[in-house]
């Protein structure tokens, strides 16, 4: 009789465990604790795996996936309701429903995984590894201030944030804006969207953005990582990227963006090269950002330099600013939405015309 067919009774020492855990981590662990030679052998008393399974599983990136049956079988050996292990072990959150008729795992190469941190192992007894889930945000160890991610930060381990709280605080804030935003893959595509830009800026901010220049060179000096404003990181442009999801995240902006009408693209070009009238609809966006990133006008001045120069026919078509990528993108998307809503507009003789309801724009 297989591991897996026998009955499965409670484990003597309990193991609580960590948000993010994955269920490889958590399972090598609980085996751990209760000195179980070979903790692979609990791992295949869930369930019927559908491969071999080895200790260096869990060195390697993987995860495993458990049917019903086998989450009742986890349920049993730790004690812990389903409930209770599905709020801190996310990946439970994928049971599968079949096989119906047999308790089974399956293990797979898992992405975007992490060490726990360094500091809150060593709390506890053996310093076992615990790998994670990134959850689709940086992780960030509020206890101790450390950032989790070595990826994000372009060294080979967790950093101390002790002397840059505004990477803190910034984390703070996305989380909340996670919450506000109940889709959050989609809400982590706009803080890729906004790291990419403010990276972009980063590398041209010395001549260009001297106030944000110096803010980063300080902040890297402060983490001691190595990387200034020329060859930029995520995590040293964090705070600054935050500041702008929630700006690409902001559905009324999102609306005015996509919604902004102009006659011609050159027309604009060359009134602004002329230092003529300037304050258009879509310059508003950007002071909008300018404000979000506590800047000067001139940094306003310079993004809209940078849309129009992206937008000219005879640019360089080597040069692929983010910012206007994005904005071209998002208005591409809604082209026949503000076609429609603009003829009908000019066709009415309205003195005003209702926009379209924000939730089009996500």
């Known amino acids: 009789m297989k591991l897996w067919q026998m009955p499965v009774h409670q484990l003597p020492i309990r193991v609580r465990p960590v948000l993010g855990e994955t269920v490889l981590s958590y399972v090598f662990r609980l085996a751990h604790a209760n000195d179980l030679d070979r903790p692979t052998l609990l791992l295949r008393a869930l369930g019927r795996p559908n491969a071999a399974v080895t200790r260096f599983a869990l060195d390697r990136d993987y995860e495993v996936s458990l049917n019903e049956l086998a989450l009742r079988r986890l349920e049993t050996v730790?004690?812990?309701?389903?409930e209770q292990l599905r709020a801190a072990l996310t990946n439970l959150h994928r049971i599968s429903a079949t096989p119906e008729d047999n308790p089974t795992i399956w293990l797979y190469k898992g992405h975007d995984l992490l060490n726990h941190c360094d500091h809150c192992v060593a709390r506890i007894p053996g310093k076992?590894?615990?790998?994670?889930?990134?959850?689709?945000?940086?992780?960030?160890?509020?206890?101790?201030?450390?950032?989790?991610?070595?990826?994000?930060?372009?060294?080979?381990?967790?950093v101390n944030l002790s002397n840059t709280p505004e990477i803190v605080t910034a984390h703070?804030?996305?989380?909340?804006?996670?919450?506000?935003?109940r889709d959050h893959h989609w809400t982590h595509i706009q803080l890729r969207q906004a790291t990419w830009i403010a990276m972009d800026w980063a590398r041209h901010s010395k001549y260009r953005a001297r106030p944000l220049h110096d803010?980063?060179?300080t902040r890297a000096d402060a983490l001691g990582i190595g990387h200034g404003?020329?060859?930029?990181?995520?995590?040293?442009?964090?705070?600054?990227?935050?500041?702008?999801?929630?700006v690409l995240s902001d559905l009324n902006w999102r609306r005015h963006?996509?919604?902004?009408?102009?006659?011609?693209?050159?027309?604009?070009?060359?009134?602004?090269?002329?230092?003529?009238?300037r304050d258009s609809d879509m310059d508003r966006f950007f002071r909008h950002v300018a404000q979000r990133m506590n800047q000067p006008a001139t940094f306003a001045d310079w993004l809209t330099s940078a849309y129009l120069l992206h937008n000219s026919p005879n640019r360089n078509h080597r040069i692929r600013?983010?910012?206007?990528?994005?904005?071209?993108?998002?208005?591409?998307?809604?082209?026949?939405?503000?076609?429609?809503?603009?003829?009908?507009?000019?066709?009415?003789?309205?003195?005003?015309?209702?926009?379209?309801e924000i939730r089009h724009f996500k």
């Open 215 to 217: 803010r980063w060179q």
């Open 128 to 158: 076992p590894t615990i790998r994670v889930h990134r959850l689709l945000f940086p992780q960030l160890c509020q206890r101790h201030r450390r950032w989790l991610d070595p990826a994000t930060a372009g060294i080979p381990r967790q």
């Open 321 to 356: 600013r983010p910012l206007p990528g994005w904005i071209n993108q998002l208005r591409h998307k809604h082209l026949e939405l503000r076609t429609e809503f603009w003829q009908q507009h000019f066709a009415s003789h309205a003195t005003s015309t209702p926009f379209p």
């Open 172 to 181: 703070r804030r996305y989380s909340q804006l996670r919450a506000a935003n």
């Open 229 to 246: 404003p020329y060859n930029p990181t995520p995590l040293l442009v964090f705070p600054e990227a935050v500041a702008l999801a929630e």
């Open 78 to 82: 730790t004690g812990r309701s389903s």
């Open 257 to 277: 963006v996509a919604m902004v009408h102009r006659d011609s693209d050159m027309d604009r070009f060359f009134r602004h090269v002329a230092m003529v009238h």
